[in-house]
Each structure stands twice: as structure tokens, then as C-alpha cells.
């Protein structure tokens, strides 16, 4: 004898159906920006070590660095960038050679708050932070004596979280969430990326 499928069955095919793909978004969203943090956090990379490479290939004679935002999305490659002191050191790009924009829902940290990120800070002044390599041996500097000289450039995505930035505590927990990243310079000019 056949039966038919009730009101009651079919509801509860629906609302499974439903869980299941509310579940396959929620991960697909998940691994969307997991992929656009490494994707952004790769081209970071690349193009410091562009400009390291270009600063030891000598080429014109010129010095290259990057020139990173406070808290913005995009980046640039400086052919040539000084400082000018006002009170502070203001960074200024030289010759931009290009410029590269993060993912959409990807954003750098604000500089600086923390001591673990990139910063520029003189007397009080707070400036965007460019990382130039020395001619001869590739080393990181900073065009400003009194700012450190080593750091690691923070990014995170902002749809899982406000910025983390300056919080040591959040930091360590979004780097182990995979929802923020970023690429360490150290002194001797070694760049590698930070583990999601």
C-alpha cells in the first residue's frame, strides 16, 4: 500500500536541507576569507622582497622600499623614499613605482601600538611606516634612527573582527583563529610570513 510523504515529513526535509546549507556557507565564507588573508598576505611578501631585491640589484643606484598605510587597504613600492622631519619623521614614498590593494574585507592595523608591529614613531608622531633595505648587505633599516628596526606588518579581516591592533592578547588570538596575518621583517632583511 503506498503512502504519502505528511505536512510534518516534508517540514522536516526542508528545515534539514536548510541547516545544511546555511552550514556550507557559513564554511565556504569561512575558507573565502581565510584564502583572501593568505592571498593578500603573499603579495605583501612578494613585493617586500621586490624591493629588496632591486635595493641589492643596485638598479639606478637607487634605494627601494614599501610604504605602508595607517590602517588603510593599499600599499606602495617606493623607488627612493626619505624622510622629512617636522617635529617627527614624515615618510614620503619618493617615486611610487606601483601600488597594491588589499582584498575586499582586508585592512591593515593601525600603526603603532604595538611593539611586535612595523611602526615609525618620533617624538610623538605618528607616521605611516616605510620599510627600505640597505644597499649593500639587503638589511631592513627604517629611514628614521629612533624607530625600531625590525616588525611584522598586521592585516585582518575586517567581517570577523575590529582591528586587533595594539592588543598583544588579540593579536595571539586572531593569528590562531586564521582571521589576521602578516609578514615579519627582521634586521638582517629576512622576510617570511607570520602563521595563520
Known amino acids: 500500500m503506498r503512502r504519502a510523504f505528511g505536512v510534518v515529513e516534508i517540514l522536516v526535509v526542508i528545515a534539514l536541507l536548510g541547516l545544511i546549507v ?3 556557507i557559513v564554511g565556504f565564507r569561512s575558507w573565502q576569507d581565510k584564502a583572501a588573508l593568505a592571498s593578500a598576505i603573499r603579495d605583501i611578501e612578494s ?3 621586490l624591493a629588496r631585491s632591486k635595493t641589492l640589484a643596485s638598479e639606478g643606484g637607487a634605494q627601494y622600499g614599501v610604504q605602508f598605510p595607517d590602517s588603510g587597504t593599499s600599499f606602495s613600492l617606493c623607488k627612493n623614499p626619505y624622510c622629512t622631519f617636522y617635529g617627527g619623521c614624515a615618510f614620503n614614498c619618493g617615486t611610487t613605482v606601483s601600488t597594491h590593494t588589499l582584498p575586499p574585507g582586508i585592512a591593515f592595523c593601525s600603526y603603532p601600538l604595538n611593539g611586535d608591529e612595523l611602526n615609525t614613531l618620533t617624538n610623538n608622531f605618528s607616521v605611516n611606516p616605510v620599510v627600505a633595505f640597505a644597499k649593500l648587505e ?4 627604517t629611514l628614521d634612527p629612533a624607530a625600531g628596526t625590525e616588525g611584522t606588518v598586521f592585516i585582518y579581516n575586517t567581517r570577523a573582527m575590529s582591528a586587533p591592533c595594539g592588543n598583544a592578547g ?15 621583517i627582521t634586521q638582517d632583511g629576512v622576510i617570511y610570513e607570520r602563521e595563520l
Open 22 to 24: 546555511a552550514i556550507v
Open 47 to 49: 613585493v617586500l622582497k
Open 138 to 141: 639587503g638589511y631592513f633599516e
Open 170 to 184: 588579540a593579536i595571539a588570538a586572531c593569528l590562531g583563529d586564521g582571521s589576521c596575518g602578516g609578514v615579519t
